[in-house]
């Protein structure tokens, strides 16, 4: 997967909306120490920033090395490339060894991953027994009903071209494993909804829609999804180009301890 992101990297950072900084702020409460913390899948770096207000160290982490070269700088958060020739137990040791990680995040990545083998890596490195495992998504936003028709009509265009990964976003993580102590923040079958608030131009719209990896991967089987006419068309339902709007993106949540 790394080499499908590396392709929308520039897209990616712009368009993907702001986690609310309550959200850390709910999760740091959780853990008794905030010495570490490991943003897995960092990214931009936007949720390894976010953890860094409450924790002394971050490590954020992605196998993609061209995410990685566009993460914001902070002085409490060190990036890293886990390309995932890495072993395991190699794994462990860089991120800081057994039983060493206070809270560990993943935002909108963790339906990509080999679930049996993290989860594995995860029980290894959250300290015992009030280390926090938390990982979240989205997978909608509302705006008005005339523009939320258009979007799902453009949505539905996207389908074939989606790697059957996603189908986890696509049902809300409702059906993503998640073997891990419930602490009332989402768990296994039941996530916790949330939403994030932000103002979007039609342009970070459309930047949103071309980082979608199905977009991605049908222009490389020479399917142009987002043709002239297309863009025209949902711009028009926007209202205009420079319009800015209130969106509402649909999230939700799964967090845990590490079982004994």
Known sequence: MAGLFDKQTEAYLDARPTYPADWYSILANRTSSHSLAWDVGTGNGQAAIGVAEHYQQVIGSDISEAQLKLAKPHPRVRYLHTPLS?????????????????????????????????????????????GVFAVWGYNDFVITPEIDAALKRFHDTTIPYWNDNIKHIFDGYQTLP?????????????PLKLDIPKQLSFEGVLGMLKSWSAVVTAKERGVDLLSESVVEGLENVWGGSDLVRDVGYKAFMLAGNPRP
């Open 86 to 130: 890495l072993s395991d137990d190699d794994l462990v040791k860089l991120i800081g060894g057994e039983n060493s990680v206070d809270l560990v995040t993943v935002a909108q990545a963790v339906h990509w991953f080999d679930l049996p083998r993290f989860y594995s890596v995860i029980n290894r490195v959250l300290r015992k027994p009030d």
């Open 178 to 190: 998640f073997p891990f102590e419930d602490m009332g923040l989402g768990r296994e079958g039941s």
